[in-house]
């Protein structure tokens, strides 16, 4: 799939599978940062992803007292740069995400990050790349 008149957040909306993300995106006010011009990776976790949380989970998480905690949540399924599949095949690598963090990925047996898998790889946008991830990837420790 290829969107390349849309950003990373126009593109998402558009999907209409990642309304959670967007109102989390939105909630942590990273909403500027990924319509700039990047070039970003997105690991964006679809709603079924979010769904599979504890429950109480993600209303918790958009209180605008735990913005700080939500926004380093995000910013672990953000890599600065363009990474599209094809450059993880056959590799393992710990690279590290927007937040400061890192993730490990492993494209050895399709794709997995911190062992989400990549279900929908290469979501080309104006400013990156998505990667639509089945779990929500969250903080270490």
């Known amino acids: 799939m ?33 319509k700039g011009d990047g070039p970003f990776t997105v690991f964006a976790p679809s709603d079924d992803a979010f769904a599979a949380l504890p429950a109480g989970t993600v209303d918790d998480l958009v209180k605008p007292e735990n913005k700080e905690k939500l926004t380093a949540i995000l910013l672990l399924h953000v890599l600065p740069g363009k990474v599209m599949a094809a450059d993880v095949a056959g590799q393992t690598l710990d690279p590290a995400t927007a937040g400061g963090g890192t993730v490990h990925v492993d494209g050895t047996d399709g794709v997995t990050v911190d062992g989400a898998k990549v279900v929908t790889a290469d979501i080309d946008c104006t400013n990156g790349v998505i990667h639509v991830i089945d779990t929500v990837l969250l903080p270490k420790g």
């Open 2 to 34: 290829t969107d390349t008149t849309h950003d990373i957040v126009d593109t998402a909306v558009a999907a209409g599978s990642f309304t959670t993300l967007v109102a989390a995106v939105t909630a942590a006010g990273l909403v500027d940062t990924l």
